[in-house]
């Protein structure tokens, strides 16, 4: 099993990012798949999550209206779409199989003037 982000960054308030997450080992159709974020001295945030089947998506309060997570499975690749990016957003942010506790390796978001 093999989940690798990409699409981080450093962007000015008010802009838009795509992150993307690379699943290998199993397919993406039969699983749960999540987003978290993390900041320094604090523990994991989950940010987006939608489960096996068709969405409904979950969505930190914060991010309702400006994130959208999605997936592709016939690519094998899920994505978080992040729009109107504020400061509070910096953090880095994992890609998690909540199945037998799978994490990408982490990519960084910064959202800095």
């Known amino acids: 099993v093999s989940l690798v982000e990409s699409g981080g960054g450093t962007v000015p308030p008010g802009s838009s990012l795509t992150l993307s997450c690379l699943i290998s080992g199993f397919s993406l159709s039969s699983y749960a798949m999540r987003w978290y974020r993390q900041v320094p001295g604090k523990g994991r945030e989950l940010v987006a999550g939608f489960g096996s089947i068709a969405p409904p998506t979950t969505y930190l309060d914060a991010v309702k209206g400006r994130f959208t997570m999605s997936r592709d499975n016939n690519t094998n690749m899920i994505y978080l779409q992040m729009n109107d990016l504020k400061p509070d957003d910096t953090a880095v942010y994992y890609c998690?199989?909540?199945?037998?506790?799978?994490w990408g390796q982490g990519i960084q978001v910064t959202v800095a003037s």
């Open positions: 998690n199989r909540p199945t037998g506790n799978y």
